[in-house]
Every structure is written in C-alpha cells, then in structure tokens.
C-alpha cells in the first residue's frame, strides 16, 4: 500500500495567519492526492482535488501544490472557520485507496 | 441536490452482523463508483471498500477482507456495506462517499453523514 504522512500532526496558529500543511507519499502518485477539512462530528468536504484544483464553493484563501511525492495545502489567511482536521488522500492505486493521519488545526 | 444518506448503524456483539446502508439521490447513481471510509473515534480516515458502477468489481481494506462485502443496488440508488464477524476494532462511524472521476484523477465527493457502528458486549 502507498503509504501517506503528513506533517504537522497538529498545529496551533492565530487568525490571519498563513499555514501550510505538508503530505507526503511513499511513491510517486503524480497529481493523485486530494485534501479534505473536517470538522468535530461532521462528514470530511473535499477542499481541493488533484493536487491544486480547488473545489466548488471553496474560498480562493485555500490552494494546493506539489506532484509526485511531496504536496502542500496552504491557507493564505486563517479565518474562524477553518479551524479544523485536515486530511490528504492518494487516489492513484484504486485498489487500496490511503488518507494521511491528519493535522488537527488549532487556535492559538 | 446531491445527496448521500448512510442508515443501519448501531450496537452489536462480537461476531454478530450488520448491513449498512446508503440511499444515494441528486445524480445517476448507476454512473459513479462507490467507496466506504470509517472512522474509529477519536482518530482518522481508513478507506474501507470500493466498488465500480455496474457491481462487477470490488476491493477491500486488508482488515475486512473475507468479512464484510460491498453491493449495490443501481435500480434503488442504494450502496451497501454487509459486515460479518464483527470485532471490537470495527467501531466506527462508517461514511460512503461517490467516487468522482475527472477524467484522469479521482476524488470522494460528496460523502454521507455518517452512520455509528459500535461492537460490544
């Protein structure tokens, strides 16, 4: 299985801030990698899809890099509302489909 | 609009049986693949089983493998999980999610709310 790490595990930062999450893969998965928020006792929402293609309705502060093994999620201005769990995904092995272990995203 | 909705959770005993279900609307359900992600509490997403448009193809998360089967219903927009031999490990909120083909890459989009799975004595 393609194994998916992402870092930080956790993070605290402040409103206004710019955060960036990283993920990588244990091989490459070209543009195979998805990003989700989730919030306590809510379903995942995808953010962003193929590696930089922001989803519908998502706000522009949102965006997504990288190819291959290494990607970012980075949000360029912390709102309230995105204090949350984030979560990346490889779609390239549809047989064994892998998130990352999530980055719990905190107020500090 | 496009909506999934998971039932059929609740409180089983080791070793017993569970059928989820997922009643998909808002979209051709007959055209989209089909997955099952859960979630322990307090802990992340796994990737639980997929299956293809017409039913004609699965896979599975090596830690259900011979235990829980994935099926669907394309006349009834419905998806299914059926769980076998439950274990303690298994207590999740179970999520299905449509399976959204862009042409070369693939992403869940939208995902149900999520249904309770607990197994206990």
Sequence with gaps: ?108 | EVQLVESGGGLVQPGGSLRLSCAASGFTFSSYWMHWVRQAPGKGLVWVSRINSDGSSTSYADSVKGRFTISRDNAKNTLYLQMNSLRAEDTAVYYCARDYYGGDENWFDPWGQGTLVTVSS
């Design chain 1, 1 to 108: 299985d393609i194994q998916m790490t992402q870092s930080p595990s956790s993070l605290s930062a402040s409103v206004g801030d710019r955060v960036t999450i990283t993920c990588r893969a244990s091989q490459s998965i070209s543009s195979y990698l998805n990003w989700y928020q989730q919030k306590p006792g809510k379903a995942p929402k995808l953010l962003i899809y193929a590696a930089s293609s922001l989803q519908s309705g998502v706000p522009s502060r949102f965006s997504g890099s990288g190819s291959g093994t290494d990607f970012t999620l980075t949000i360029s201005s912390l709102q309230p509302e995105d204090f949350a769990t984030y979560y990346c995904q490889q779609s390239y092995s549809t047989l064994s489909i892998t998130f990352g272990q999530g980055t719990r995203l905190e107020i500090k």
